[in-house]
């Protein structure tokens, strides 16, 4: 299973695949909530809704896990580290990124759903990746492999 190279990874990432986003909820256990993405200045920009207690979470811890994949096996584990760009507000640096997001996952009806919902304060936070992988899909990586039955 190749990794993807680097002209595989952006257009990946600029497609319409969905992330699931995995942090620690106040008890410790990992939460897992999947949410759309913004690829850009080399790591990934998460737009939560105010009310989103993940949110929290990645406020109060900020290690998280990306998966990215798709049913054709293609898919990218990213471990990093959530910082807080910006608090729950309402026209911040959140809406230009996304305007974008919405346009790339719903085309014209995203940008008609974020026109009917600017008015509901939104975090912004980026993920500093400290770890990637990526597969190509399909195979299996010798280290899977048993030599002999």
């Not at 952006?10 to 497609?15: G, K, V």
């Not at 346009?103 to 990637?132: C, D, H, I, N």
């Amino acid at each position: 299973m190749p990794k993807m190279t680097d002209t595989q990874l952006a257009s990946f990432f600029d497609s319409d695949v969905l992330c699931r986003l995995a942090c620690l909820d106040d008890d410790g256990y990992p939460y897992v909530v999947p949410t759309w993405f913004q690829y850009a200045d080399d790591g990934f920009y998460i737009i939560p809704r105010a009310r989103a207690k993940w949110a929290e979470y990645m406020k109060r811890d900020g290690r998280v896990s990306l998966c990215l994949d798709r049913e054709s096996g293609e898919r990218v584990l990213i471990k990093g580290v959530a910082c807080v760009i910006e608090e729950p507000n309402v026209g911040g640096q959140w809406v230009g990124i996304a305007k974008e997001m919405a346009y790339r996952y719903r085309g014209e009806a995203g940008l008609t759903y974020l026109e009917t919902t600017m008015e509901e304060p939104r975090w912004l936070f980026f993920v500093q990746p400290e770890k990637s992988t990526s597969w190509q899909g399909g195979g299996w990586a010798d280290k899977y492999k048993h030599s002999k039955w």
